[in-house]
DNA sequence: TCGATTAATCGCGATATAAAGATATATGCC
DNA sequence: GGCATATATCTTTATATCGCGATTAATCGA
């Protein structure tokens, strides 16, 4: 069970649209991102994120630390990229404690 | 289906644990607000609230208002009082929203 | 080693949110 | 009417969040 601070800065990395735009483009990297050159089982390239967004590198490299440090994405660093891609067990467990607690 | 903008006015609402403490305290009002003197079938006196919480009377009714433009909590005026409850079909459509969007 | 690429971090200005006190409004009681 | 109570609204101050450009750090290729 997560405790309340890990759900609070769960909420809130939920709270803002741009990153749970982010969390739905990962759900489906293969028809958001079909043009990465890298496999797509790396995860999502931090580069096609920010393009995605159309905001800066620096902004979207925060939204994506935030989504991390919530637990709801991972990111793997290969060579001078960074992939990310979604925690399916803890978005789950999320959603079962949210569940509860409302 | 509710829209993107009512959602996400709903995860902000939410993004505030006191918010979420309300909430919480108005799924079992006989369990926190027993010293109520009028009947608990009204819903819960601002008043109540702002004392559970500690907070000033002008940050509280703040609060509410937050909840109640989400959706959360409807209010019922009666004299000179006003009652706060839950609105369980609303928090239900919003987690099994919150359950397709993540 | 040098230059290019990728992405995190830092610093700043702008905007949003939170909290409180003061005020306004409405109701109830005498 | 006059006063008390309950609560929303307004104003101000403090803090948090957002977004950007610049910098830094790491990796890669020539």
Redesign the pocket.
Known sequence: MMSNHELDEMI?AL??P??RDILDWLKQPEQYFADQEHPLSFGV????I?QKTG????????????LQRAGFIS?K???????FSRNEVVIQAFLTRLQQQL
Chains 1, 2 share one sequence.
């Open positions: 809130k709270a803002h741009v990153r390239c931090a580069g096609k920010d905001l800066s590198q620096s902004t979207v490299s925060n939204h994506l630390a935030i990111s660093k290969v060579g001078q990229w960074n992939f």
